[in-house]
């Protein structure tokens, strides 16, 4: 469907849930979330609905997220529900990649197309100081069995924190370098959830990574990310920049949250209550927040995200 500014969305992200076994401090409290009970969180059925909706109204790409989506019961089905639905052409996933290893083949078999791996260092310390509780050896087993399952081409995602993984710039890219991974991506970090309380030296431009690795050249840009790669290298190097280059007339997505919450802009506060639609409510309901997708964000290095929800509760 194409939105009243002409953008066509083709992407859902589905957030499965707002649990982690992680704590990344730039996405939740060292506490984690408040428990909610099981019946405030879509079944997966309700999950596959909203999906088959989103479907008839042109979405081809779903990618499943959290929270971290491994931690939730079942996300297997739900990806060999997704995978069966008329129209979709792509099921993939965002993970920290650290309860991966034992489930990359069954997540294939079940029809899990790629995975986005998130690993912000290549430092044991440092992963383990910047997630609280991950262990960067189970995340690279992750990565390692995602290879093997076949769930390529893998991007590795990495958030730019000042004053903490600058020297992980040039360790992480060379993943793409030597092939381990098709594509490292380095997002700037927002100031949503956790982060929106962080000081202004913590937001470095993406422009750093360019001054690390002066070879990098542009070679196109892909959605939101701008891509650069160098001779001899496998794989490449992409720049997510919400921060300093805003790439809303790109945005070809919408989110809907595991508590069955649409939202047309990450950034925004407005979202609208899915569950407990008829399947031809949904399409409808989905269809008017389409339309009204906000033309932008108005997030900056002054002014915080509007979400009234953290990362973790949204997917990214
Ligand atoms: N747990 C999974 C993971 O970490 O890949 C999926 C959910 S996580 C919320 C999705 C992505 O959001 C991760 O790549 C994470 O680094 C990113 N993220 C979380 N908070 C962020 C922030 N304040 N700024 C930029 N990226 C953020
Ligand atoms: Fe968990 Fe992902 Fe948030 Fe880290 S970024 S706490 S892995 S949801």
Redesign the pocket.
């Known amino acids: 469907m194409i939105d009243e500014t002409g953008r066509s969305i083709t992407y859902l992200r589905l957030?499965v849930t707002d649990r982690?076994n992680?704590r990344?401090r730039?996405?939740m409290p060292a506490a984690g979330v408040k428990k909610v009970c099981h019946s405030e969180v879509m079944s997966l059925e309700e999950m596959a609905a909203v999906v088959e909706a989103c479907a008839r109204l042109g979405v081809t790409k779903v990618r499943i997220?959290?929270?971290?989506?491994l931690a939730r019961l079942g996300v297997e089905r739900l990806v060999s529900l997704i995978h069966d639905i008329q129209g979709i052409q792509e099921v993939a996933m965002?993970?920290?990649?650290t309860l991966l290893a034992p489930k990359a083949q069954a997540l294939a078999e079940a029809g899990l197309d790629r995975v986005?791996?998130?690993l912000?260092s290549l430092d044991p310390q440092r992963y383990h100081a910047i997630t609280r509780t991950g262990s960067l050896e189970d995340a690279l087993d992750g990565l390692a069995a995602a290879r093997e399952a076949g769930l390529g081409p893998i991007k590795v995602?990495?958030?730019l924190m000042g004053g903490v993984n600058e020297a992980d710039i040039v360790p992480l890219a060379h993943l793409a370098k030597e092939g381990a991974a098709s594509s490292v991506r380095f997002?700037?970090?927002?100031?949503?959830?956790?982060?929106?309380r962080w000081p202004q030296a913590s937001f470095v431009p993406a422009e750093r990574v360019l001054q690390e690795l002066p070879e990098l050249a542009f070679v196109g840009a892909d959605g939101v990310s701008e891509t650069f790669s160098a001779p001899g290298w496998a794989g490449t190097v992409g720049l997510i920049r919400?921060m300093s280059h805003k790439f809303c007339s790109a945005c070809n997505r919408i989110r809907v949250t595991s508590d069955g919450m649409l939202k047309a802009c990450l950034h925004s506060a407005r979202e609208v209550p899915l569950r407990g639609l008829e399947p031809h409510q949904l399409v409808d309901a989905i269809a008017a927040e389409i339309a009204r997708k906000p033309e932008r964000h108005t997030m900056d290095a002054q002014h915080a995200s509007q979400s009234t929800r953290?990362?973790?509760a949204?997917?990214?």
């Open positions: 957030s982690c992680c990344c730039y996405c997220t959290g929270g971290e989506p965002t993970t920290n990649a986005n791996v998130s912000d995602n990495a958030v997002i700037e970090l927002m100031p949503i959830g956790e982060a929106a919400p953290s990362m973790n949204i997917g990214g």
